[in-house]
């Protein structure tokens, strides 16, 4: 019989030129189970061209997880020396721009006339590279006061003529309870004494009340106070009747943690208007601290006080520029409610000189003398 089967196969086609196939020996397993008669069947085909099986990937171990440590104390000395190389890089291209600009006599001039105003650097540079080479001298100082008045931010509408609530804020020895009683003198001529409310909470401080409440009989008008957010919110909404209400916040360092807890109440109360109160007589870096610190209460605008304290008031004038925050009012005196004004971008500029020649008037000593 398997004589017979093989018989009845095709026989290969130029078997001898074809080479020997030898079948690779089966698995053990396979061996054991497939029959004598399967084998040649195996064989054929093996003999036909099939696709290799891809051989197994060899099984890796497992990498080791990577770990970041991060070192704290490199990562912050790796960011001083950043700083530091952002540092040198700026002042060595704020002195190239400054050479560059002192190259011409009227840029030169105006930027002298800035530094003793009290302008900032780099907001003094602004200004010089806008003077065309070509201006006359006599022609520089004008304008320099002109372009400096173009970039001053002043709040277009007076608040008053709105009405609704103003709360002042600002650090301590702003003038906030002084201009705050100006503002409602003014505002009680205008309409009614009985239309203007005062809200106070700083109720801690020693004076402090007493100061507002004494304001408050002068000018016939009425003087509440609130101890916290939910009261403040409560006290408005009994005020909502009056045309305006001024609050008169508690005046605290930029560092003070208290003033976070009183700006947030203002945050909350969404009718309150926040003006930042800031004294013209301070450096440009504090002044800059307390506007970035006081920023949590949304500012709206700003107020500029004690400029009869200082003869360069440029530096207020600086960070109200960086900041852009609109300049509503500026005080120049204790006088209720005369030193008040409203701000004026050209009276601003003007007043720069006045006050800079005042201030390096000498003093006339006094020649009275007690007698005897």
Same mark, same amino acid.
């Given at each position: 019989? !398997?004589?017979? @089967?093989?018989?009845?196969?095709?026989?290969?086609?130029?078997?001898?030129?074809?080479?020997?196939?030898?079948?690779?020996?089966?698995?053990?397993?396979?061996?054991?189970?497939?029959?004598?008669?399967?084998?040649?069947?195996?064989?054929?085909?093996?003999?036909?061209?099939?696709?290799?099986?891809?051989?197994?990937?060899?099984?890796?171990?497992?990498?080791?997880?990577?770990?970041?440590?991060?070192?704290?104390?490199?990562?912050?000395?790796?960011?001083?020396?950043?700083? =530091?190389?952002?540092?040198?890089?700026? +002042?060595?291209?704020?002195?190239?721009?400054?050479? @560059?600009? +002192?190259?011409?006599?009227?840029?030169?001039?105006?930027?002298?006339?800035?530094?003793?105003?009290?302008?900032?650097?780099?907001?003094? +540079?602004?200004?010089?590279?806008?003077?065309?080479?070509?201006?006359?001298?006599?022609?520089?100082?004008?304008?320099?006061?002109?372009?400096?008045?173009?970039?001053?931010?002043?709040?277009?509408?007076?608040?008053?003529?709105?009405?609704?609530?103003?709360?002042?804020?600002?650090?301590?020895?702003?003038?906030?309870?002084?201009?705050?009683?100006?503002?409602? %003198?003014?505002?009680?001529?205008?309409?009614?004494?009985?239309?203007?409310?005062?809200?106070?909470?700083?109720?801690?401080?020693? =004076?402090? +009340?007493?100061?507002?409440?004494?304001?408050?009989?002068?000018? =016939?008008?009425?003087?509440?106070?609130?101890? %916290?957010?939910?009261?403040?919110?409560?006290?408005?909404?009994?005020?909502?009747?009056?045309?305006?209400?001024?609050?008169?916040?508690?005046?605290?360092?930029?560092?003070?943690?208290?003033?976070?807890?009183?700006?947030?109440?203002?945050?909350?109360?969404?009718?309150?208007?926040?003006?930042?109160?800031?004294?013209?007589?301070?450096?440009?870096?504090?002044?800059?601290?307390?506007?970035? @610190?006081? &920023?949590?209460?949304?500012?709206? &605008?700003?107020?500029?006080?004690?400029?009869?304290?200082? =003869?360069?008031?440029?530096?207020?004038?600086?960070?109200?520029?960086?900041?852009?925050?609109?300049?509503?009012?500026?005080?120049?005196?204790?006088?209720?409610?005369?030193?008040?004004?409203?701000? %004026?971008?050209? !009276?601003?500029?003007?007043?720069?000189?006045?006050?800079?020649?005042?201030?390096?008037?000498?003093?006339?000593?006094?020649?009275?003398?007690?007698?005897?």
């Amino acid at each position: 019989v !398997n004589r017979a @089967r093989f018989q009845i196969d095709p026989p290969l086609e130029d078997s001898a030129q074809l080479p020997a196939v030898t079948p690779p020996p089966l698995p053990v397993a396979l061996q054991a189970t497939t029959a004598p008669g399967d084998q040649a069947s195996h064989a054929q085909d093996a003999v036909q061209p099939t696709e290799a099986a891809p051989a197994p990937m060899p099984t890796l171990a497992p990498a080791p997880a990577l770990t970041l440590v991060a070192d704290d104390a490199e990562i912050r000395h790796l960011r001083q020396e950043v700083a =530091g190389m952002r540092q040198v890089i700026e +002042r060595e291209m704020n002195r190239f721009t400054d050479e @560059r600009l +002192r190259g011409s006599p009227v840029r030169a001039t105006a930027l002298d006339l800035m530094d003793e105003y009290g302008f900032d650097a780099g907001i003094a +540079r602004d200004v010089a590279m806008q003077i065309p080479l070509e201006t006359e001298a006599h022609r520089g100082r004008g304008l320099m006061l002109g372009l400096i008045s173009r970039k001053l931010p002043i709040a277009p509408v007076d608040p008053m003529e709105e009405g609704g609530v103003i709360a002042l804020v600002g650090p301590t020895g702003a003038g906030k309870t002084t201009t705050i009683a100006k503002l409602a %003198s003014r505002f009680a001529e205008a309409h009614a004494a009985r239309d203007v409310a005062l809200v106070t909470t700083d109720t801690m401080r020693i =004076g402090a +009340r007493e100061q507002l409440y004494g304001y408050g009989r002068q000018l =016939g008008i009425a003087v509440h106070e609130a101890n %916290s957010g939910t009261d403040l919110d409560q006290l408005l909404e009994r005020l909502k009747d009056y045309k305006l209400v001024l609050i008169d916040t508690a005046g605290l360092g930029p560092r003070d943690r208290a003033l976070a807890a009183q700006l947030q109440w203002l945050r909350a109360a969404r009718q309150v208007r926040t003006l930042l109160v800031l004294p013209a007589n301070t450096s440009f870096g504090d002044m800059d601290e307390v506007v970035r @610190r006081f &920023g949590a209460a949304n500012l709206q &605008g700003l107020v500029l006080s004690k400029l009869d304290e200082t =003869g360069r008031f440029g530096n207020a004038l600086s960070v109200a520029v960086d900041h852009k925050l609109p300049i509503t009012w500026v005080t120049d005196g204790q006088d209720v409610p005369d030193d008040l004004h409203r701000a %004026s971008a050209a !009276n601003l500029v003007l007043r720069l000189e006045d006050l800079r020649r005042a201030a390096d008037m000498p003093c006339n000593p006094e020649l009275n003398h007690a007698v005897a």
